[in-house]
């Protein structure tokens, strides 16, 4: 026979953004090894990541808030779910583009834990995610030295950081930007970071790329804007963080690697409007993770594209790991009485 006592309610936490940027601020190595941690989990099979649900508006067709739930296994298992909003016309109001949330959830009895500021999570996964491609997809060709980023927001900031805080050093940064105001900006935070070598703003998205060796793709296209294979002809490795900027042209004269094949080729990205396209996918060459463990060796005489979709996975790492070390410092800022309603019969 069942007590009436019930078990005590579990604990639910509230974790700020300060609190998210003291744990992993500055800490880019420590971020990416615990990024490659869950892409070689992921590789092995020990997750669930669902696809990504795209809440739209017809009112607002450039805004979407997207819902990652996902389920990493590994030593320390957890689940959750990211919500994460994205509305360009935030910039005009001096209001970052993006917002987000981030649930974590106890494997064992479901309840929730924690809710986590994620955007900084967000952000730094998404940045960690392009350093280690760029690391491991630089591996075997020249290191570049000329890099140049097309979009010059929080997220182009974010990717600098990391591939400058994992021992990468440019001999020229380029910038390009729609808003000539946003790419000057850019170029100011370049500036106050003493970035070395010749910085150049560049007046079109072409002069950019034909004079880099690595390129960040991290606009808020909706829709393919680099269409000429031609402007590769140099053999690039472009980081396409922002999945929508390249034509199927683009994308079919270069080596691809994504971090999650069925992710990747959906929702309008670049590559799935190559797979409509040619009617296959035997244009995406692998995933990080074959790159990681070896089983794909990108060459060095062709463009090389990764294209990351965003796994929620990552997201539960990084926030999984925010929400242990602000617990064991003690700061857990729990919210008393969240669960309210415990008895099953009253």
Known sequence: MSSNSPAPPPAFAVISGAQVDEVIGGRYEE??????????????????????????????????????????????????LKWISSFPRNVDAQLPRASAVLILNDPATG?????????????????????????????????????????????????HAYLVGTGWE???????????????????????????????????????????????????????HVTDPGWFTHNPLVLHVSLRDLAP????????????VDHCLKAGTSLHLAEQRTGGRDFVHGTLYDVLTGAVRPPADRPV??????????????GRHVHD???AAGDLAVVDGFFHEMRRHG
Request: charged residues 25%; contains cysteine; aromatic residues 8%.
């Open 249 to 260: 042209e683009v994308v079919l004269d270069a080596f691809n690697i994504v971090d999650d």
């Open 170 to 224: 440019f001999d020229e940064t380029g910038v390009y930007d729609l808003d000539r105001a946003h790419a000057e900006g850019f170029t100011g935070y370049l500036d106050r970071e003493g970035t070395p070598g010749a910085i150049t703003v560049h007046d079109s998205a072409e002069k950019l790329i034909r004079s880099s060796d690595l390129v960040v793709f991290a606009t808020v296209s909706a829709e393919p």
């Open 325 to 327: 070390t602000v617990r």
């Open 31 to 80: 971020v990416v090894r615990i990024v490659e941690a869950a892409y070689r989990t992921h590789g092995a099979g020990d997750t669930v990541n669902p696809p990504s649900y795209f809440l739209r508006f017809p009112d607002r067709p450039d805004s979407r808030i997207i819902a990652l739930p996902a389920s990493l296994g590994g030593e320390h298992p957890v689940d959750g």
């Open 305 to 318: 594209v990764f294209s990351p979709f965003g796994l929620g996975v990552l997201d539960l790492a990084l």
């Open 111 to 159: 309840y929730p834990t924690a809710c986590l500021e994620s955007s900084i999570i967000s952000a730094a996964r998404t940045a960690a995610s392009a350093a280690l491609a760029a690391r491991e997809l630089s591996a075997h060709r020249e290191r570049p030295r000329r890099v140049g980023f097309v979009g010059t927001g929080l997220i182009a900031r974010f990717v």
